[in-house]
Structure formats: C-alpha cells, structure tokens
C-alpha cells in the first residue's frame, strides 16, 4: 500500500529528522476518505492544516483529559 502521507505539505520538511517523521506517520491509521478529500482541498487552495500526526495527539490529549466538549476557533475549511 503506498504512503498516503509521503509527499503530503504539512509533513514538517527538515524540522524533524526524517527517519523519525517516517515512522511516526507509519503508526498512523489510514486516513479517511473524507479527510483526505479536505487534505487535498486545502493544499490546493494552499490553506494551512493540521497533519494527521498533530491531529492524533490532539485526540490522545482530549482523551486523556477526559474532554467533553472541545472549542475550535478559526477552521477555514472545517478540518484541523
């Protein structure tokens, strides 16, 4: 299966090694069609979003937090 996120833009680009970068997004589930339908919207139309790395640390955080509700403020496209 090829890397869905090998080429994406918001991998970091040398701010981390990578090797490192690689295998983090090797842990990652594959992404959903939706989402990557959004991904694809907005690095066409160059609008800045979160990768699914940063996104499941986000989860992880709202998880370990025990969240119920979370606020986000400023999605241009609905996704981050």
């Known amino acids: 299966m090829p890397d ?3 080429n994406a833009y918001w991998r970091m680009g040398g701010i981390t090694v990578q090797d490192v970068e690689d295998y983090i997004y090797s842990l990652l589930p594959p992404r959903d069609e939706v989402l990557a ?3 694809a919207e907005a690095a066409k139309n160059k609008i800045p979003i979160i990768g699914p790395a940063v996104a499941r640390v986000l989860y992880q955080l709202a998880i ?3 969240a119920k509700r979370v606020f986000e403020m400023g999605s241009a496209i609905g996704y981050s």
């Open 37 to 39: 339908e959004m991904e």
């Open 4 to 6: 869905q996120n090998a």
């Open 64 to 66: 370990i937090k025990g």
